[in-house]
């Protein structure tokens, strides 16, 4: 056993720790020169009931420094106020464009057919693809621009600062960030590793010419994971991307409590197991393996038998308190991490269970067979006969 707990340290630190350092270093900060960087950027904001917090986010796009700027928001089948305030907002600036969706045809995801139908429209160099309740500063598009060309890439994703809630809320939020970086492998999502991709809905920066030519939101239609499956959509086609925080150039509240969280992520945490029940009992194994099993180990073994387990507990707290840092919850929460790690693990069997009693997802208003997703869900680029 002795063995064993060194060996579960072992694997858990060359999990974890590089890509936690990375997450440390990966922060963009304003970076532009207003006098020479004047690219041309077609901002997409796909938006369905978000009445609360819509004008602010357009508004606070408008006042980007830096770039020539073409805003197109996409009422996409909104039932409360959000296609009006867009057309007040589109009133006050001719730089902003207004596009009401009143029906979504087959084959596509609402959001996805929005972001499709706003990207058609655009006229810029480098498109971005955000959420109506981003909050901009404005520097950002024009930092987020001028890194994506000097390191010569297609597509950037920035995380933005979170805005905190509740305790509870907070360690959820941060343990997501901890398992994101740790899942994607963040400090290889330069390199050509297939495995290593990422893509945030809040914020994907991509050369317009390259998008259209990887055939645009088409091959991703049907996949939940729009955001994600963008990213993966350029690694794939051998595009270059990076993944960066910027607490200094956007923020947002991810959800408006707890149970937000739990319920915002009904459709996405199955999706991201791609819709597989076993995948989904592996990564059980896993989680009680690398989580649960060093605890109980501690419990009951002597010292000299569970040094490992202790020292794998200590390396997953540390990791998700410097998690729990950057995401504003702070570093106090690092002894919540079991608390969090549970909530999570009962957000994916609740994701799993439901979609699989209702047979699929429903989202924006609007049902989709299990079998369709499946079927539709992106795979990657299609191998060359070369």
Not at 56 to 83: C, F, H, N, P, W
């Amino acid at each position: 056993m002795m063995t064993t707990g060194w060996l579960v340290a072992l694997l858990t630190a060359l999990w974890t720790i590089p890509p936690v350092l990375a997450l440390i270093a990966k922060q963009l900060r304003p970076n532009c020169n207003l006098r020479t960087d004047c690219p041309d950027v077609s901002v997409i904001v796909p938006a369905r009931n978000e009445a609360a917090g819509i004008q602010t986010a357009l508004r606070t796009i408008l006042k980007s420094e830096g770039v020539r700027l073409q805003v197109i928001a996409v009422d996409d089948r909104s039932t409360d106020a959000t296609g009006r305030l867009m057309d007040e907002v589109a009133a006050e600036d001719p730089r902003l464009q207004v596009i009401h969706i009143d029906s979504l045809p087959a084959g596509w995801l609402g959001k996805n057919h929005a972001m499709h139908i706003g990207a058609r429209n655009a006229t810029g160099e480098y498109l971005l693809f955000t959420d109506g309740d981003v909050v901009y500063e404005p520097l950002a598009i024009c930092s987020a621009v001028r890194f994506l060309r000097e390191n010569r890439l297609q597509h950037l994703c920035l995380l933005p600062r979170m805005i905190p809630g509740g305790v509870i809320e907070n360690c959820v939020v941060a343990f997501f960030g901890l398992i994101f970086a740790v899942g994607v492998q963040l400090q290889l999502i330069r390199t050509r590793m297939p495995f290593s991709y990422a893509g945030v809905g809040a914020f994907n920066l991509i050369d317009a010419a390259f998008y259209r030519q990887i055939g645009g939101h088409q091959p991703i239609a049907m996949d939940v994971l729009d955001d994600v499956m963008l990213g993966r959509m350029v690694k794939s086609n051998g595009g270059r991307q990076d993944f960066y925080s910027a607490p200094e150039l956007l923020s947002i509240r991810w959800q408006p409590s707890l149970w937000g969280i739990v319920t915002g992520l009904e459709k996405n945490a199955f999706a991201s197991a791609g819709y597989s029940l076993p995948f989904i009992l592996f990564l059980t194994v896993l989680f009680f393996g690398g989580m649960i099993l060093p605890w109980v180990a501690v419990a009951v073994l002597p010292f000299h038998e569970s040094a490992g387990f202790l020292v794998t507990i200590l390396i997953w707290h540390g990791c998700y308190g410097v998690a729990a840092h950057l995401s504003r919850g702070g570093w106090w929460l690092a002894p919540l991490f079991p608390v969090a790690a549970g909530i999570m693990a009962f957000t994916y069997w609740r994701s799993t269970f439901i979609t699989l009693r209702r047979g699929g997802v429903r989202w924006r208003d609007s049902f989709y067979s299990l079998s369709e997703l499946r079927s539709m869900r992106y795979r990657g680029a299609p191998r060359s006969n070369d």
